[in-house]
C-alpha cells in the first residue's frame, strides 16, 4: 500500500492574519509519531529511531511571478521542516526538484512534471489516491510528494548497500 511508503499527513498551518503560515509545533507533533511507533514501519524501515527514518525535501526556490511574502512563507515552511528534522535527528536530505524528478519520471511521456507524477504514482503505488475528500480533483502536491517518497526510498536503499559492501580493492 502507497500509505507505508508515502504516508501523507496534512500539516496543517497556524493562522497569521488573512495568511496561512507554517505551524512548526505540528509538524515536530508529526515526526515525533512516526518516530514513536511502536513497532511500526514506513516502507519496511522501522521508525523507533530517528535514524532510519530517511525523508527527503524539495530545495525551496522562488516561483516567477509569486509575491515576496508568499515566497517568504513558503522558505519559512522549508525552514521549519529542516528545524523540526534536525533536532529530532532524523536523517534528511534536500533535492531539488529537477534531480528527482529525472530519477523517477524518465520515460515517462510529456513535459508537464506535475501530469507525469500523478501517472507515476498511480503506476507504482498501489492504492494510490491523490484526490483529498471532499475534493474532485487530483492533489498533484500529494502526487510529488509520493514520487518523492519513492525517490527517496531508493535512494535509502543505496546508501544502505554502500555501508554494507565493503570498499573495491
Known amino acids: 500500500r502507497w500509505q507505508e511508503i508515502a504516508p501523507v499527513v496534512d500539516v496543517g498551518s497556524a493562522k497569521g492574519g488573512k495568511k496561512r503560515i507554517p505551524n ?3 509538524m515536530a507533533a508529526i515526526i515525533a509519531g512516526l518516530i514513536a511507533a511502536a513497532g511500526g514501519n514506513i516502507g519496511g524501515i522501522p ?4 535514524h532510519t527514518l530517511r ?3 524539495e530545495k525551496a526556490q522562488a516561483f516567477p511571478k509569486e509575491g515576496a511574502v508568499t515566497s517568504f ?5 522549508f525552514g521549519a521542516w529542516e528545524g523540526v528534522l534536525a533536532g529530532s535527528g532524523v536523517i534528511y536530505d534536500v533535492v531539488d526538484p529537477k534531480v528527482w524528478q529525472k530519477a523517477e519520471l524518465h520515460g515517462v511521456e ?3 512534471t506535475k501530469a507525469k507524477a500523478l501517472l507515476v504514482a498511480q503506476r507504482k503505488l498501489s492504492g494510490f489516491t491523490p484526490v483529498q475528500p471532499r475534493c474532485r480533483t487530483a492533489h498533484t502536491g500529494i502526487a510529488d510528494a509520493a514520487v518523492m517518497a519513492l525517490y527517496a526510498q531508493r535512494l535509502h536503499a ?6 554494507r559492501e565493503p570498499p573495491p580493492i
Open 73 to 77: 512563507n513558503y522558505g519559512r515552511g
Open 47 to 50: 521508525v523507533h529511531d530517528p
Open 158 to 163: 543505496a546508501v544502505s548497500r554502500l555501508k
Open 24 to 26: 512548526p509545533q505540528r
Open 110 to 112: 510529456g513535459t508537464d
Open 55 to 57: 525523508v527527503v525535501l
